[in-house]
């Protein structure tokens, strides 16, 4: 929608936007967003008292100061892109999305055109950042104003790019609306989410809103994705896939501790690029990255740098024992994701496979018994933990992945994931491979509404120590 004339003269004169009335200042503009828990409709009164220039709301409220729009979060993304100076216009925004390899795909996109000379910021799961410069704590994609606020400060401070990961909660609810992207990458779609989109058909609906409803010059789409190939059908613009049906072609991937070699073909010519990423499913993120780069035009040579140097937090990250096994720490939370790096580890493991994970409280439970069945397929051993329990019962959470597991015998329940951790450390010989799944880079575990500080490299990192 196009913010009406007399929003746009109230902007000017505002001294700040936001949906939150507890944030609202003397001479602020407040959005009455209609939420899952609350609706800012409600706050509205508590808002002008607080001294709001205007309320943007959807509905009638007959109260003074008000201005009503047909949708106040189309509303509040393209009143956030104009109250910031259109930074996403003066920027090259890429915006990636799909269920797994969003954050390792950002991250080989940001070293690939830091190498190529660019400064770019990095807006995603782990953290934004500008360089070595933090900028927030890392949330996979903020609020509109802080979303419009960050791209603004990133080209304030001499930023050129910004790759973000684009989750399906943020199209759905509108979090980077009147945002112009440079580029676009759909990696994949798997289950997860469930508990707040209801259906693989919402979820998919929520992803495809990047590509059919968003401004963008190109876009990179997994071809050997069936939901990639369903919004190959809707891209606009210049588009390439990638994959092993994809134009930019798959032809060969080799993988083990010391890295990965890759090797693709495009338009008739062949490239072959080494990697210090580790696993079978960083083909595809790699080709991402490296189908990003090709449509902007960077040189292959800068390419084959950066992808030598790529450094992402809790993703395959892994820690070496003097008893000769090694332990890995991934992020892997989804039943494909978990697939995809057992399946690794299976193949890179001399001795046992040893899993340790749980699943998080309060979100999709159907996908529970789905991990539990990939855990089972791969592992010699499994060891179920609580993950981020939130509200929930930690048993509860556990019964649950257990459905998924038809052989008992493999599994030993640990709730209290630390002694989980350790006890799978402790049982570890040469040549076995312990994979720590679901926290990754997560410096913390919830618990009942209170963070506790935990971090599962860190527990691992101190008993290695130790013995």
């Known amino acids: 929608m196009a913010?009406?004339?007399?929003?746009?003269?109230?902007?000017?004169?505002?001294?700040?936007?936001?949906?939150?009335?507890?944030?609202?200042?003397?001479?602020?503009?407040?959005?009455?967003?209609?939420?899952?828990?609350?609706?800012?409709?409600?706050?509205?009164?508590?808002?002008?008292?607080?001294?709001?220039?205007?309320?943007?709301?959807?509905?009638?409220?007959?109260?003074?100061?008000?201005?009503?729009?047909?949708?106040?979060?189309?509303?509040?993304?393209?009143?956030?892109?104009?109250?910031?100076?259109?930074?996403?216009?003066?920027l090259k925004v890429v915006g990636i999305t799909g269920t797994n390899g969003k954050t390792t795909t950002s991250y080989i996109v940001e070293t690939i055109l830091k190498t190529a000379g660019y400064k770019p910021g990095?807006?995603?799961?782990?953290?934004?950042?500008?360089?070595?410069?933090?900028?927030?704590?890392?949330?996979?994609?903020?609020?509109?104003v802080t979303w419009h606020s960050t791209l603004a400060e990133?080209?304030?401070?001499?930023?050129?790019?910004?790759?973000?990961?684009?989750?399906?909660?943020?199209?759905?609810?509108?979090?980077?609306?009147?945002?112009?992207?440079?580029?676009?990458?759909?990696?994949?779609?798997?289950?997860?989410?469930?508990?707040?989109?209801g259906d693989m058909e919402s979820y998919f609906k929520a992803k495809l809103s990047l590509f059919r409803d968003y401004k963008y010059r190109f876009a990179v789409i997994n071809a050997d994705d069936?939901?990639?190939?369903?919004?190959?059908?809707?891209a606009r613009g210049e588009v390439l896939t990638y994959g092993k049906e994809g134009e930019l072609r798959i032809l060969n991937f080799e993988t083990g501790f010391e890295g990965s070699t890759i090797k693709l073909e495009l338009r008739g010519?062949?490239?072959?690029?080494?990697?210090?990423?580790?696993?079978?499913?960083?083909?595809?993120?790699?080709?991402?990255?490296?189908?990003?780069?090709?449509?902007?035009?960077?040189?292959?040579?800068?390419?084959?740098?950066?992808?030598?140097?790529?450094?992402v937090p809790g993703r395959f990250e892994v820690h070496r024992s003097d008893r000769g096994f090694i332990a890995i720490v991934d992020y892997a939370h989804t039943p494909d994701a978990i697939d995809n790096v057992l399946r690794t580890a299976r193949k890179l493991a001399k001795g046992r496979l040893i899993t340790v994970f749980g699943a998080g409280g309060n979100r999709d439970r159907?996908?529970?018994?789905?991990?539990?069945?990939?855990?089972?397929?791969?592992?010699?051993?499994?060891?179920?933990?609580?993950?981020?329990?939130?509200?929930?019962?930690?048993?509860?959470?556990?019964?649950?992945i257990l459905r998924g597991i038809e052989d008992k015998n493999k599994v030993k329940v640990i709730p209290d994931r630390k002694e989980a951790i350790e006890v799978a450390l402790s049982s570890a010989g040469e040549g076995d491979i312990v994979a720590v799944l679901g926290k990754g880079h997560e410096d913390y575990q919830e618990i009942k509404g209170v963070k506790y500080p935990f971090n599962d490299a860190q527990v691992i990192e101190e008993f290695l120590q130790r013995r």
Not at 125 to 142: C, F, H, K, M, N
Not at 172 to 195: A, C, K, M, P
Not at 226 to 234: P, Q, S, V, W
Not at 366 to 376: S, V
């Open 3 to 90: 913010v009406p004339a007399e929003l746009k003269d109230l902007l000017k004169k505002a001294k700040g936007i936001t949906s939150n009335s507890k944030e609202v200042e003397e001479g602020f503009i407040f959005f009455a967003i209609k939420g899952s828990t609350f609706d800012g409709h409600d706050f509205v009164e508590e808002a002008l008292e607080r001294g709001a220039l205007c309320a943007v709301v959807e509905r009638e409220l007959n109260l003074p100061k008000t201005l009503k729009v047909p949708s106040t979060r189309e509303a509040l993304g393209e009143s956030a892109h104009l109250f910031f100076g259109k930074p996403s216009e003066k």
């Open 122 to 144: 990095l807006l995603g799961t782990i953290q934004y950042r500008l360089g070595e410069e933090v900028l927030g704590s890392g949330r996979t994609t903020p609020d509109a």
């Open 154 to 197: 990133i080209l304030s401070r001499g930023g050129t790019h910004a790759v973000a990961e684009i989750s399906s909660h943020a199209l759905d609810q509108l979090r980077v609306w009147g945002t112009v992207f440079e580029g676009v990458i759909f990696t994949n779609l798997s289950q997860d989410h469930l508990d707040y989109h």
């Open 226 to 234: 069936a939901y990639g190939r369903r919004i190959l059908k809707e």
């Open 269 to 311: 010519k062949t490239y072959t690029f080494k990697s210090n990423l580790i696993g079978e499913f960083q083909a595809y993120n790699l080709s991402a990255g490296i189908g990003y780069a090709f449509m902007e035009g960077i040189d292959p040579d800068a390419i084959s740098q950066a992808l030598k140097k790529v450094s």
């Open 366 to 400: 159907t996908k529970r018994p789905l991990m539990g069945k990939f855990a089972q397929k791969w592992s010699d051993i499994i060891i179920l933990t609580s993950d981020n329990p939130r509200d929930e019962d930690p048993q509860a959470i556990i019964e649950d």
